[in-house]
T-cell receptor, first 114, second 110 residues
Framework: ETGVTQTPRHLVMGMTNKKSLKCEQH?????MYWYKQSAKKPLELMFV???????ENNSVPSRFSPECPNSSHLFLHLHTLQPEDSALYLC?????????????FGSGTRLTVV | RKEVEQDPGPFNVPEGATVAFNCTYS??????FFWYRQDCRKEPKLLMS???SGNEDGRFTAQLNRASQYISLLIRDSKLSDSATYLC???????????FGQGTILTVHP
């Protein structure tokens, strides 16, 4: 596989469930990101990882818990979410933290919280 | 003031029209500039980088004016398939990470 792969593509979960989103990049990039995009709203940066170390947490509620075991994999663990958390969750990667060559995005996970 | 500001549109143009999008950015230290395209319910995809000398890719032309902190995208001979949201993006500063505008919606109609 090439590029940035996200699984699952779609997820429906109840407010008491625990689930995880997975992202894997095959580009040899060093930085990875989680973004949230609600309907008809701009991209919201959630977390930034550089060489598997978290460098930014954009005031994200603790019900979202990221994990980056290595530079190629990124997870977003979800628990006790709210309906307003329903959105498209996008993973991205870049060669360097400055994004000198831009970001490559995964296809996203469309999350619905019921 | 937002770091990257775009006119959200929507822009509704007929096929074959020429349309231009503008974008301003506030961080004068920005070194990298891009236009992304995002189709409905899909991920953003890199359309083109933007260089100070201006660059062209087929029907698309991007311009950067560092003095005015202004970026533009010109689409000539619009196609139905150009309908999408176009995101202006800046980055390359010592603070790291790219900053995305809110996007400009383009609809090309027959």
């Amino acid at each position: 596989e090439t590029g940035v792969t996200q699984t699952p593509r779609h997820l429906v979960m109840g407010m008491t469930n625990k689930k995880s989103l997975k992202c894997e990049q095959h580009l040899g990039h060093n930085a990875m990101y989680w973004y949230k995009q609600s309907a008809k709203k701009p991209l919201e940066l959630m977390f930034v990882y550089n060489f598997k170390e978290q460098t930014e947490n954009n005031s994200v509620p603790s019900r979202f818990s990221p994990e980056c075991p290595n530079s190629s994999h990124l997870f977003l663990h979800l628990h006790t979410l709210q309906p307003e958390d329903s959105a498209l969750y996008l993973c991205a990667s870049s060669q360097d933290l400055r994004g000198t060559y831009g970001y490559t995005f995964g296809s996203g996970t469309r999350l619905t919280v019921v | 003031r937002k770091e990257v500001e775009q006119d959200p549109g929507p822009f509704n143009v007929p096929e074959g029209a020429t349309v231009a999008f503008n974008c301003t950015y506030s961080n004068s230290a920005s070194q990298s500039f891009f236009w992304y395209r995002q189709d409905c319910r899909k991920e953003p995809k890199l359309l083109m980088s933007v260089y100070s000398s201006g660059n062209e890719d087929g029907r698309f032309t991007a311009q950067l004016n560092r003095a005015s902190q202004y970026i533009s995208l010109l689409i000539r001979d619009s196609k139905l398939s150009d309908s999408a949201t176009y995101l202006c993006t800046t980055g390359g500063t010592s603070y790291g990470k790219l900053t995305f505008g809110q996007g400009t919606i383009l609809t090309v109609h027959p």
